[in-house]
């Protein structure tokens, strides 16, 4: 049975344990609130020329607007969701203006959070769309420490708000558990609740997705019409992989999330970028989690050979 024919009474109800609300309380604005002020007219200049410099004014006029913190509860139309939803699938960009790690993954981080915090007027895409909070998690955990804590707080008021149909729902508890493990200040006692939360969560929704075919090694990234982005989420799931021992069933299921099964679409889809001994080569030489991620982001960046 698909997930679109069963009842929503028949899937789990996976609240979040209350340990994780007690130690990241739900906030939809803290991040949001931090990225904002950073974010400079010039970066918005080459946030509002995405869509090919096309209504590049009125673009960015409602970018300037968002970023003051004007008319953040109103719906968004075409303009500027278009340049927006465009950004949030940049890997690198070459302006100058964002030829630095951080003002790039200040912008990106701009465009998903505000993704993520204003509904489109058209409803045409998720509250909690997973495509926004792969490269959001990512872009937080190179910009450091504080933007992972408040990025913490985002995701546990998204589970709180989310049902275990949402097709997004899957995605965003991996995040939660993404966001916990990649730190440089690891809570063990923490970092177990939630994996063992989000395996329970696989295994108990997973099944609705792929009825009676559920075969074994499935993750969420198997949720193929869920995101068009999935080599972004199996990125995060090398970087978590290598962060548990060889065999941990977190470090198992992580493996598994980061073997992409292709093709998955005509479209959309990009070479992971980034190789499992490179993974280990970056954490290992890197003082720090942010900057192994940072270092991992700059390869990516150069064409390889």
């Known amino acids: ?18 340990e994780v609300f007690e130690a990241y309380p739900p906030d939809r604005q803290a991040l949001f609130d931090t990225i904002r002020p950073l974010v400079t007219d010039a970066m918005l200049g080459v946030v509002a020329n995405s869509d090919y ?3 590049h004014a009125e673009h960015f006029a409602a970018l300037q607007r ?7 509860d109103e719906p968004i139309g075409w303009v500027p969701n278009e340049v927006l939803t465009l950004f949030r699938w940049s890997e690198e960009e070459y302006d100058p203006i964002l030829d630095d790690a951080d003002a790039f993954h200040i912008a990106r981080a701009f465009c998903c959070s505000t993704l993520l915090r204003i509904p489109d007027v058209h409803e045409n895409r998720s509250r909690f769309d997973n495509d926004a909070f792969a490269p959001l ?31 997004d729902f899957l995605f965003v508890a991996f995040g939660l558990l993404a966001t916990v493990t990649l730190t440089d200040q690891p809570e063990p006692e923490l970092g177990r609740l939630v994996a063992t939360w989000v395996l329970r ?13 559920y075969p074994e090694h499935r ?6 019409y869920a995101s068009t982005a999935p080599e972004r989420w199996a990125r995060l799931a090398q970087l978590v992989k290598e962060r548990h021992e060889p065999t941990d069933e977190i470090s198992q299921f992580s493996y598994h999330a980061s073997r992409l099964r292709r093709p ?8 992971l970028g980034q190789t499992p001994k490179e993974v280990q080569a970056a954490l290992n030489s890197q003082p720090t989690i942010a900057s192994a991620i940072r270092q991992l982001w700059e390869m990516r960046r150069k064409p390889r050979r």
């Open 66 to 72: 968002i970023r003051d913190g004007i008319d953040l």
């Open 219 to 224: 993750t969420f990234i198997d949720i193929r």
């Open 264 to 271: 998955l679409f005509p479209f959309g889809s990009r070479d």
């Open 137 to 167: 998690i990512e872009s937080c955990l190179l910009l450091g420490e504080p933007f992972r804590q408040r990025l913490l707080g985002l995701l546990t008021y998204s589970l709180q708000e989310m049902e275990s149909w949402d097709e």
């Open 53 to 55: 410099n096309y209504l």
């Open 201 to 213: 969560a696989n295994r108990e929704v997973l099944p609705h997705h792929f009825g009676r075919t």
């Open 1 to 18: 049975m698909a997930i679109w024919d069963t009842p929503a009474e028949d899937f789990p109800k996976l609240p979040l344990p209350s």
